[in-house]
């Protein structure tokens, strides 16, 4: 009898079991086919992301020959000879310069078109298809047009300003002006992007709340400060983290218009990190400035999301 019994305590313990796993297995049904959706994406991240970022913080720890495999470690004397190179500060002053000149700018001239745009005016959209229209133009193409509009002779910016007799200025060839010419090119190349997205962003204001300030007697610059910037600040914060991001990754217009010079006053990082990799074929080193380019932007991000989105309103 007692056989008996317990022969049915273990099936029903069996039978307890197989329920389980049922409902377990029933339960993460949802899991297993979001992960089946995910599959391509993360090969393809796993290929042209995660791996070359492994790739990177690898050879950023030994000297590499010319084929930019690794030859000998170092461990963190890449990362050292950098902290300690003149060439290295100088490229990361100058990139911290870029920064600040085309970030704010950009913004501010993106916000002020949109504004403009904003308004129920006939012809306004031939407006904004003109403010907008960079976004469809490639680096390669915009890098091009400025070239030629800094042209030290026959350029149209020093023609324009030798009509009020104003002396022509060597916007390529000057130190001072140079990084300068390649913040004007890349504000003009990233007025379009950040015009659609902050026009888009004040098209989706309640217009009730303009129309309860204007019945309160509220005046333009008022409903601005009040009404516009608080309600369109989650767009600014997006398109500010956006640009700050993509102004550290500048390449093709310095590549294109002065190659880092005059004397390296325009050797961004991104650039910095081209030459010592494809053209002194330094790979180490070059990796360990990528990497460090990673850490800045990151902390530098991160110091965003924690400052900038308290002032940030959602709702």
Same mark, same amino acid.
């Not at 976004?135 to 091009?144: D, F």
């Given at each position: 009898?007692?056989?008996?019994? @317990?022969?049915?305590?273990?099936?029903?313990?069996?039978?307890?079991?197989?329920?389980?796993?049922?409902?377990?297995?029933?339960?993460?049904?949802?899991?297993?086919?979001?992960?089946?959706?995910?599959?391509?994406?993360?090969?393809?991240?796993?290929?042209?992301?995660?791996?070359?970022?492994?790739?990177?913080?690898?050879?950023?720890?030994?000297?590499?020959?010319?084929?930019?495999? @690794?030859?000998?470690?170092?461990?963190?004397?890449?990362?050292?000879?950098?902290?300690?190179?003149?060439?290295?500060?100088?490229?990361?002053?100058?990139?911290?310069?870029?920064?600040?000149?085309?970030?704010?700018?950009?913004?501010?001239?993106?916000?002020?078109?949109?504004?403009?745009?904003?308004?129920?005016?006939?012809?306004?959209?031939?407006?904004?298809?003109?403010?907008?229209?960079?976004?469809?133009?490639?680096?390669? @193409?915009?890098?091009?047009?400025?070239?030629?509009?800094?042209?030290?002779?026959?350029?149209?910016?020093?023609?324009?300003?030798?009509?009020?007799?104003?002396?022509?200025?060597?916007?390529?060839?000057?130190?001072?002006?140079?990084?300068?010419?390649?913040?004007?090119?890349?504000?003009?190349?990233?007025?379009?992007?950040?015009?659609?997205?902050?026009?888009?962003?004040?098209?989706?204001?309640?217009?009730?709340?303009?129309?309860?300030?204007?019945?309160?007697? @509220?005046?333009?610059?008022?409903?601005?400060?009040?009404?516009?910037?608080?309600?369109?600040?989650?767009?600014?914060?997006?398109?500010?983290?956006?640009?700050?991001?993509?102004?550290?990754?500048?390449?093709?217009?310095?590549?294109?218009?002065?190659?880092?010079?005059?004397?390296?006053?325009?050797?961004?990082?991104?650039?910095?990190?081209?030459?010592?990799?494809?053209?002194?074929?330094?790979?180490?080193?070059?990796?360990?400035?990528?990497?460090?380019?990673?850490?800045?932007?990151?902390?530098?991000?991160?110091?965003?999301?924690?400052?900038?989105?308290?002032?940030?309103?959602?709702?």
């Amino acid at each position: 009898m007692n056989l008996v019994e @317990a022969e049915r305590v273990r099936m029903k313990l069996a039978e307890n079991q197989l329920i389980d796993h049922q409902s377990l297995w029933r339960k993460t049904a949802n899991i297993r086919i979001a992960m089946l959706y995910l599959l391509p994406s993360i090969l393809l991240f796993s290929i042209f992301l995660f791996y070359p970022m492994i790739k990177t913080v690898y050879l950023s720890f030994f000297l590499t020959d010319a084929k930019g495999a @690794a030859a000998v470690f170092v461990g963190l004397e890449n990362y050292i000879y950098l902290l300690q190179s003149a060439k290295f500060q100088k490229s990361m002053l100058s990139t911290g310069l870029f920064v600040l000149y085309t970030v704010p700018t950009s913004v501010i001239i993106a916000l002020f078109l949109a504004l403009l745009s904003n308004e129920k005016l006939r012809g306004i959209g031939f407006f904004r298809t003109i403010f907008s229209s960079t976004m469809g133009m490639s680096v390669a @193409a915009s890098a091009v047009i400025w070239l030629f509009l800094f042209h030290p002779t026959v350029g149209t910016i020093n023609s324009f300003l030798g009509m009020f007799g104003i002396p022509a200025i060597r916007w390529l060839l000057d130190p001072t002006w140079a990084l300068i010419s390649i913040a004007i090119t890349t504000i003009w190349m990233n007025i379009g992007f950040s015009f659609l997205i902050i026009l888009g962003g004040l098209q989706n204001i309640d217009q009730h709340l303009y129309e309860s300030a204007n019945i309160d007697g @509220a005046g333009y610059f008022y409903q601005l400060r009040r009404i516009t910037v608080p309600m369109l600040s989650p767009t600014l914060f997006f398109i500010i983290t956006i640009t700050f991001i993509n102004s550290f990754q500048s390449f093709g217009q310095v590549d294109i218009l002065t190659r880092g010079g005059p004397a390296e006053s325009t050797n961004l990082i991104v650039y910095s990190i081209y030459q010592d990799a494809f053209i002194n074929y330094q790979f180490g080193t070059a990796s360990a400035q990528a990497i460090m380019l990673f850490i800045i932007v990151f902390v530098l991000t991160l110091l965003q999301f924690k400052f900038g989105e308290r002032k940030v309103h959602y709702q």
